[in-house]
């Protein structure tokens, strides 16, 4: 038996004891923070073969196994040490694999090409994909695009279809300086032909069921927004459907997406918000007419956001989308039977298809929760039978895990909200006096979604109560829950994540007296805002990668951010897309000054009297790492020492792809923090 398939033994032997139910105590950090064991797993299209991305000793592996033979064989490997990873694998027919990797890679200004490196803060970076194709015993490894020419290595390309009915070809997109190529590339042999091209600004295209491009997205020039145009069946001239300027090319619902071929020439299915609806939902699209034909499903106070497709009838199985959970809605006779099934065998969890065998004998599905933080299944439709395949974090059982539930509240001008809160693993979930943290989203057009938040479920499984409001200002919910947040950082934004905080002191959920605050981007910002405002309702405050300053950070926009990179830091000026966003967001730099200064932390740092955390990238290109730095400054400046600033070493902004170390660094630090302010979790060890 090989090392691989000792692990997936291993990991098999692991789920049969999952469902223990004595508390244990908390996971290790080590346990939790390291890389998901097995991810970017897909499906052949006979159903006997499961190709996925394990991680070991340092390494993200491409394994298959085989169903049939229960064995697991190693293919291909990328040693993650030097900052590149797999992301995902497809099958392309039954005996090869396409798969993606990533790496982090130096950029030298002005220069033609890239090299991998550890950069110091003062450089560059980005990240540059590469497709590959490989059988499915790891032989006949071919690359599927390497940019030539007078094109930067930097440059990526990406996957537009996989063509499951082309068992030789897939097609790509590649940039170059005659304009984006529309490849069809053998998957043998790494050649291509070109069969379609748009304008260098030309970022994607979608297609028809006759395979011909009659979509495409064009970037407007100096990242001034964005536009999707249409072209009519045996047309080759494109035509504008839409233009995003400024705020509107920042919307949180898709406004426009095109996803896919629906039937028939000229028929795409798309995710888009038409003229007089509130959310966006799925339609068909006609691009000879430029009409929605259709409407697949819209769901008032939701924004659909996933179609699962039938790639073969180019129809739709069921659209789905993030309410208080993963919703998904059946248009497809099978899945309505059988959708309702997995759902029972796996309640209080969001259940995904992850792919589907060519006769729908076998789903493959993904399920995730408060206690499982991913877990592949195969569900035979016949039988009946759902059977564990792997799972991405088998060493967290499930009884150490904490539980999560939806709580609602009113805001102060009466509005009705919810969010969700996590209570420790050994406690119940009606627990009253509990320590809490209230923890905001970042975007802020985002959201928090069941089951999955780093953050919450690491504090939660050591202790504290964990609080996380869907206030207003944040996506998913349709463009006017958004709008209600425009101009209203500090305000009316804050007032919504105090008035879930206050809901639960009244209830007796939450200890008064042992309450902190925290958040990472935007929830940085509300934490640190809230450490000026909210100092009579928490005891602490840990603000990460957040705005302290808010007319700065509307100067750095508009100066392009740290490099004039119009894609990093804005760029295009008071015109550019990021520019106008955010001046509509949080506020106009002159005619909203006031406002602008009264709200930002860094103005007002002599009030802050709490203990108060900051951790940042030293290479977000986001958030610059000076919002931090200049808060900790004017701190000490007021003769404020209650401050300690963290800069994470050749970090930028997201959690993800963080570093293992400094993920380490940010919950083992934020959780020291709440101990040392809050006193111990309930029942940590």
């Known amino acids: 038996m090989t090392r691989i398939a000792q692990a997936f033994a291993v990991i098999l032997a692991a789920f049969a004891v999952v469902t223990a139910p004595a508390f244990a105590g908390p996971p290790s950090l080590d346990d939790y923070t390291q890389p998901n064991t097995f ?3 897909a499906i052949s299209p006979d159903g006997n073969k499961i190709a996925g991305v394990r991680h070991e000793n340092g390494a993200d592996v491409l394994i298959v196994l085989d169903w049939v033979t229960k064995k697991t064989k190693a293919i291909q490997f990328v040693k993650t040490d030097k900052e590149q990873w797999i992301d995902w694998a497809e099958f392309k027919g039954n005996d090869r694999i396409i798969f993606s990797t990533r790496a982090k890679i130096h950029v030298v200004p002005g220069a033609a090409s890239a090299k991998r490196t550890r950069r110091s803060s003062d450089d560059g970076f980005t990240w540059v994909s590469r497709i590959y194709s490989t059988s499915t015993d790891g032989g ?15 440059v990526s390309a990406n996957l537009i279809d996989i063509m499951p009915n082309d068992d030789e070809t897939v097609l790509i997109t590649a940039p170059t300086i005659q304009g984006t190529k529309l490849l069809k590339v053998n998957v043998a042999t790494g050649k291509s032909v070109e069969v379609d091209r748009g304008d260098t600004n030309t970022g994607n295209f979608v297609l028809d069921s006759t395979g011909r491009a009659v979509l495409r997205q064009d970037v407007l020039a100096q990242g001034r927004g964005f536009a999707w145009k249409r072209r009519a069946p ?9 233009r995003f300027m400024g705020a509107q090319g920042a919307n949180s619902g898709p406004t426009f997406q095109g996803e896919g071929p629906a039937i028939g020439a000229g028929k795409v299915f798309v995710l888009a918000r038409p003229e007089g609806k509130e959310t966006s939902g799925l339609y068909v699209y006609n691009t000879a007419t430029g009409a929605y034909d259709e409407e697949v499903l ?16 180019n129809v739709i199985l069921a659209a789905c989308y993030w309410g208080e959970t993963w919703v998904c809605k059946p248009k497809d006779e099978i899945f309505a039977k059988n959708w309702p099934a997995l759902l029972k065998a796996f309640p209080d969890s969001n ?24 877990s592949f299944y195969l569900y035979d439709l016949k039988t009946h039978a759902v059977d564990y395949v792997g799972g991405s974090r088998p060493n967290l059982l499930p009884a150490d895990m904490p539980n999560e539930q939806v709580v609602r509240y009113t805001s102060r001008d009466g509005t009705a909200l919810w969010g969700y809160l996590w209570t420790p693993p050994n406690v119940a979930k009606d627990a009253k006096n509990l320590p809490m943290i209230v923890l905001p989203h970042g975007g802020p057009e985002g959201r928090d979604v069941y089951g999955s938040d780093p953050f919450a479920m690491w504090w939660a499984a050591n202790g504290y109560a964990v609080f996380q409001p869907n206030f207003r200002g944040g996506g998913g919910f349709g463009r006017a829950f958004v709008e209600a947040g425009h101009r209203q950082w500090g ?39 809230g450490s000026v405002l909210n100092q009579d309702v928490f ?63 860094n103005q007002r740092a002599a009030e802050i009297k709490k203990p108060l955390l900051l951790i940042h990238g030293d290479e977000d290109e986001t958030v610059p790492t000076e919002q931090s730095v200049m808060l900790e400054a004017s701190m ?50």
């Not at 002191?505 to 934490?527: E, F, H, K, L, V």
């Not at 007319?551 to 000026?573: A, Y």
């Open 234 to 242: 045996g047309s080759n001239d494109w035509k504008e459907i839409v």
């Open 39 to 41: 991810r970017g797993a």
């Open 351 to 374: 259940v995904r298809l992850v792919g589907r065998s060519r006769d729908n004998g076998r789903w493959f599905i993904n399920v995730s929760g408060p206690q499982d933080l991913g």
């Open 298 to 313: 819209s769901v008032p106070g939701f924004d659909v956001s996933s179609p699962y497709r039938d790639t073969d009838r």
């Open 491 to 529: 305000q009316r934004m804050q007032d919504d994540v105090i008035d879930g905080a206050k809901a639960l002191i009244a209830s007796g959920q939450a200890d008064a007296n042992r309450m902190c605050m925290a958040g990472w981007s935007y929830g940085g910002y509300a934490t640190m805002i």
């Open 140 to 154: 006949a490894l071919v690359s599927l695009y390497e940019p030539g020419g007078d094109v930067p290595r930097r």
């Open 539 to 601: 005891k602490c405050f840990f603000a990460g990668a957040g705005v302290s300053d808010q007319i700065e950070m509307l100067r750095w926009t508009r100066e392009g951010g740290d490099d004039g990179d119009v894609i990093d830091g804005g760029g295009g000026g008071r015109q550019g897309v990021a520019y106008k966003y955010w001046s509509q967001a949080q506020g106009d730099e002159s005619a909203d000054y006031a406002m602008l200064k009264k709200y930002s932390a």
């Open 636 to 685: 000490r400046k007021a003769g404020n020492n209650n401050v300690r600033l963290i800069l994470l070493k050749d970090e930028a902004h997201q959690w993800a792809p963080m570093t293992v170390g400094n993920r380490q660094i940010v919950l083992g630090e934020s959780l020291k923090f709440f101990q040392e302010n809050l006193g111990p979790g309930v029942g940590a060890n």
